[in-house]
């Protein structure tokens, strides 16, 4: 099977004199990036990158690591995954007898304060043990699951609002501890935020809020949320998070200059007119059928 991958457009067109024009504007682009990085590697501009559990203040070439997400968040997501893996255990006719037993003797293992307060603890293990000795089951298996999310639900929801409690309170902690090592008001005013969202768009949606609230509690500007906090899908390191920076200071200053707002080249160079042009097509293909 062929494997399609994105083409690289920057070399379109491909005929004089167009050619040649567009890879003078490429190249003078990346020339205009590799200065604004260079702010970044001289520690001028500092960036925060949000990366799994950590907080990385980037500043030059030094790396500050703090974790503000660590045991407690992965506890919880073990255990709010027990139901799903059982109930993919039941889908791909695996042995859910022997995966109950082993989940009943990892939930009889765990201490008080682990995760999982005593009763939250004796409520989840009577669930696993009704959710597999239905005698129908695996038949049953989605009736099953919805029961058992709703008998957990309440302290599910207690769980995710004590995890969330948690971690803003270490990000907050942690972004003053940044704060101070940069020790310098004017060069922390400058800050960027990056979170760094893996392979899913839901990841790391908090972080992304309390970033956007601490630079407008900072600011009271909505510009500069828009301008400083940056949410990248796939990205999985801090030089993909400074490169992604560099990218966004040559945006604004593009265009500051030929459409009078910073934020103007975040959006597609179609986007508006292209708005117009989808009603004008639909509206002409609903006329074709229904004149």
């Not at 109930?87 to 765990?110: K, M, Y």
């Not at 760094?196 to 768009?201: E, I, L, N, T, V």
């Not at 990218?247 to 986007?271: E, W």
Request: some cysteine.
């Amino acid at each position: 099977m062929t494997n399609i991958q994105l083409e690289d457009t920057t070399k379109r067109p491909d005929a004089y004199p167009l050619y040649d024009i567009n890879q003078h504007f490429h190249d003078q682009l990346e020339e205009l990036r590799t200065s604004m990085r260079k702010k970044l590697d001289d520690g001028n501009i500092p960036v925060v990158v949000r990366l799994d559990s950590r907080l990385i203040l980037a500043l030059g070439d030094k790396r500050t690591i703090l974790n503000v997400n660590d045991t407690y968040f992965h506890q919880l997501k073990a255990v709010a995954h027990l139901p799903i893996m059982l109930f993919l255990a039941a889908r791909n006719n695996g042995d859910t007898a022997a995966i109950s037993t082993e989940v009943q003797e990892a939930l009889s293992q765990l201490q008080n304060g682990d995760c999982l307060p005593p009763s939250t603890l004796s409520i989840m293990q009577e669930a696993v043990t009704s959710l597999t000795d239905d005698s129908q089951w695996p038949i049953l298996e989605f009736s099953a699951v919805r029961q058992y999310n709703e008998a957990l639900q309440p302290a599910f929801q207690a769980l995710i609002t004590q995890a969330a409690k948690d971690e803003v309170e270490q990000t907050l902690k942690a972004l003053h501890t940044l704060e101070a090592l940069v020790d310098d008001d004017k060069r922390w005013k400058q800050t960027f935020y990056v979170i760094c969202a893996g392979h899913q768009p839901r990841y790391k949606q908090l972080a992304k809020v309390l970033f956007r609230r601490w630079v407008f509690e900072a600011t009271a500007s909505s510009t500069e949320v828009e301008q400083r906090v940056l949410y990248g899908e796939s990205l999985e390191s801090v030089a993909a998070a400074l490169e992604l920076v560099a990218t966004r200071l040559v945006n604004s200053d593009i265009g500051d200059a030929f459409l009078k707002s910073p934020l103007a080249m975040n959006q597609d160079v179609l986007g508006e007119a292209g708005e117009i042009a989808v009603n004008n097509a639909f509206s002409t293909e609903a006329q074709a059928i229904h004149p």
